[in-house]
């Protein structure tokens, strides 16, 4: 539902601005809205990861970093976003002060799934499909992400580091000669 409310209304927006400034000082703010939110998600960015290794390197947790990095991707990727709504919500996400207010809130959300039992954690990494799977106990060691596991040195041999085919052939040919 929202997925068709939010370009309703911002092209609602957009129109009625249009109608006030015209059309090519509209679309001229609506692109420098999306390059200010993308520069201050970089600048806030920034920033907060800063404060994040200063307090990992003291040995605390950066609890309300990590909060406001993820308010600060939110509010960045809602001011690239064209139009004026998501881009005024995103630019109020940037703010300190207003990450300071939704702070708390996010913390509660966040922590009343967590006790609910259905707050779920995904790993990613290339060629992920997405699934939670850590691999062996506790989360630790080896992790297949759910696709298959190739072995790289089975198909190898062992004098010279080639690689081999099932049938023992050298998929690159024989070896260049070297010389006299």
């Not at 004026?84 to 109020?92: A, C, E, K």
């Not at 506790?138 to 596991?149: A, K, N, Y």
């Not at 004098?159 to 690159?172: L, M, Q, T, V």
Request: charge should be positive; glycine fraction near 14%.
């Amino acid at each position: 539902m929202v997925l068709i409310l939010v370009p309703i209304v911002e092209l609602y927006v957009m129109v009625q601005v249009a109608g006030v400034i015209g059309a090519l000082p509209t679309v001229l703010l609506v692109v420098a809205m999306c390059f200010a939110g993308a520069w201050l998600m970089k600048v806030e960015g920034l920033g907060v990861l800063r404060k994040m290794q200063r307090q990992l390197n003291a040995g605390e947790m950066p609890t309300t970093e990590a909060v406001n990095g993820v308010l600060i991707v939110v509010g960045g990727l809602l001011m690239l976003v064209p139009g004026f709504v998501t881009g005024i919500i995103g630019l109020l996400l940037l703010l300190p002060p207003v990450r300071a207010l939704l702070r708390p809130l996010v913390v509660a959300r966040v922590q009343r799934r967590i006790d609910r039992g259905s707050a779920r954690f995904m790993a990613f990494s290339a060629g992920s499909s997405g699934s939670s799977d850590l691999g062996g106990p506790g989360g630790r060691g080896p992790s297949t992400f759910g696709g298959p596991v190739y072995d790289a040195d089975s198909h190898l041999d062992d004098a010279r580091g080639a690689p081999r085919r099932p049938d023992g052939s050298d998929p690159f040919g024989p070896p260049p000669e070297l010389g006299p």
